[in-house]
């Protein structure tokens, strides 16, 4: 079988879909059920369409393009990730996954192989938490990790519940008919750029992910008394603001000293209100993340945090209350999966590098009911979630080919 990854394809395509963009180019900002992203979805439906595969929507706007293989009643063998990107992202991340698995699917049919089993490309719903604060909403739908109750719970930044946003964007059905039925993968394989730097330090085109790191995080809400910037002498000050800037050096702290490189600790929203600069702060939100792959060094930082918000309340006299959003554990990889995509790199004499993969994917989620790996390629510098995000045409033409490749394997 010989496999063409057509390249101009491919990489015009990623252009294209960076185009359904809020922000300027070269950021990339689609949020999840906006029209932008609405656009976005009915572009990549259409390409789906185009390349002879049968597309359908569940309740959440996951998506689904499938290429029937010649047995109807064997578990499919799935790829993708997700289209949607964080503001002012880059045009990569979870791209490289959809169209990369989209142009692996077309190579295999354009070579004349037939699947036994079907293959079929998901495009997740909502792996950013941006707009409803938890990631990887549409595979964790799938999967069971969190219930239609739980979903239909959350809300977005305007207080909009996730029931009335998708049904806005034009998706029907209940929640509860997400689920996929057990046993419906034979198999899932992610395609993803690394958004880290060891590919490129170790120069290896390839990495093959063994392990997905485990994501937390949480809600800090810290009240203060507020007051005027003029009026209110020091020693009188409750300042919310002076309290978090000493909560999240606390967590800095505890994700540095944890004894292990693999445990790392962000916060990356902090709200000031009244958010006036005469006014002393009075009440303070922050966005916590927090990841490990032992979950028992990821306990003692969220341990720290708590001890963190008791000890600064009392010294500051302030209120501090954190909510949990999260806290997944880790997925293993199969190694099955693991052996077909290292099959796939030796047949092509490629060079990979098993590794962990210390972003969160809908990998981690589908990993509960698939056998599951992922396929990583080098971006520069490392970089990701920033708009000079980039990944180099021939490294993604080779992710593409090993994971047509491995798809072929696994779907004899
Ligand atoms: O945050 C993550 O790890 C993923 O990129 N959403
Ligand atoms: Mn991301
Ligand atoms: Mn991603």
């Not at 595969?53 to 029937?68: H, P, S």
């Amino acid at each position: 079988m010989s496999l063409t990854i057509n390249r101009d394809r491919l990489l015009s395509e990623i252009d294209a879909l960076a185009s359904y963009s809020d922000a300027e180019a070269p950021a990339v900002t689609r949020i999840v059920f906006t029209p932008t992203d609405l656009k976005a979805r009915a572009w990549m439906k259409a390409r789906c369409e185009e390349a002879g595969l049968t597309v359908r929507q569940d309740a959440v706007g996951n998506t689904f393009a499938r290429w029937n293989g010649s047995d109807p009643a064997a578990p499919v063998v799935g790829t993708g990730s997700h289209i949607d990107a964080i503001p002012n992202a880059g045009k990569y991340d979870g791209v490289v996954g959809v169209l990369g698995g989209l142009e692996a699917i077309r190579a295999l049919r354009q070579s004349g192989f037939h699947p036994k089993h079907s293959i079929e490309l998901t495009i997740f719903t909502s792996e950013e938490p941006t707009r409803f604060g938890i990631g990887c909403l549409g595979s964790r739908l799938l999967s069971g990790t969190v219930s239609a109750d739980a979903a239909r719970k959350l809300t977005d930044s305007e207080g909009t519940a996730l029931d009335e946003v998708r049904r806005n964007a034009g998706f029907r059905g209940e929640l509860e008919e997400v689920k996929l039925p057990v046993g419906y993968y034979a198999a899932f394989v992610e395609l993803h750029i690394e958004q880290g730097p060891l590919l490129e330090r170790q120069q290896i085109p390839l990495g093959i992910v063994t392990k997905i790191a485990a994501p937390a995080s949480l809600r800090v809400l810290i009240e203060g008394t507020g007051g005027h910037a003029g009026g209110v002498l020091m020693p009188d000050r409750h300042d919310a603001l002076c309290a978090a800037a000493e909560l999240i050096l606390a967590i800095e702290n505890a994700a540095r000293t944890s004894g292990a490189v693999d445990t790392v600790a962000t916060v990356g929203i902090c709200e000031v209100f009244p958010g006036a600069v005469n006014s002393i702060p009075s009440r303070v939100r922050l966005g916590v993340d927090i990841r490990d792959t032992d979950l028992q060094r990821r306990g003692v930082v969220m341990h720290a945090l708590e001890a963190a918000c008791h000890a600064i309340s009392e010294k500051r006299r302030v209120s501090i209350r954190s909510e949990l959003v999260n806290a997944d554990a880790p997925a293993e990889c199969a190694p099955a999966i693991i052996e077909a995509l290292s099959q796939s790199c030796r047949k092509h004499e490629l060079n990979f590098l098993s590794m962990v993969s210390r972003a969160y994917h809908d990998s981690l989620f589908i990993a509960r009911i698939a056998p599951v790996a992922m396929l990583f390629i080098p971006c520069r510098n490392g970089y990701s979630h920033r708009p000079d995000e980039y990944a180099a045409p021939e490294d993604i033409v080779r992710g593409a080919l090993v994971l047509a490749e491995t798809l072929a394997a696994l779907s004899k």
